[in-house]
Nanobody
Framework: VQLVESGGGLVQAGGSLRLSCAAS????????MDWYRQAPGKQRELVASITSGGSTRYADSVKGRFTISRDNAKNTVYLQMNSLKPEDTAVYHC??????????????WGQGTQVTVSL
């Protein structure tokens, strides 16, 4: 099973980016899908989470600016980021609780995508 993120980049403050994370491999089901971020010198933090049923939760710092969504048919989770601030600069990782075709469960991580927000 593999998670691959895309969509990061450099954007000016106030701008928007949309991150995608696609899971591939022998997948039976995916439970929660999350986005985490880690800025230099800081601990990794949970940004947003979405269950298989579509329930969402967000870090207080991104509420009202970021939206997490998923396409279960494509095994893909998205993070729409609006009104970006310099403090959103970080490497963003997706995480997913995946049950494989042989019914083993894995906590899978993507390699990360850099988001840089300039003044």
């Amino acid at each position: 099973v593999q998670l691959v993120e895309s969509g990061g980049g450099l954007v000016q403050a106030g701008g928007s980016l949309r991150l995608s994370c696609a899971a591939s491999g022998s997948i039976f089901s995916i439970n929660a899908m999350d986005w985490y971020r880690q800025a230099p010198g800081k601990q990794r933090e949970l940004v947003a989470s979405i269950t298989s049923g579509g329930s969402t939760r967000y870090a207080d710092s991104v509420k009202g600016r970021f939206t997490i969504s998923r396409d279960n048919a494509k095994n893909t989770v998205y993070l729409q980021m609006n009104s970006l601030k310099p403090e959103d600069t970080a490497v963003y990782h997706c995480n997913a609780e995946i049950t494989t075709g042989d019914l083993n469960e894995y906590d899978s991580w993507g390699q990360g995508t850099q988001v840089t927000v300039s003044l």
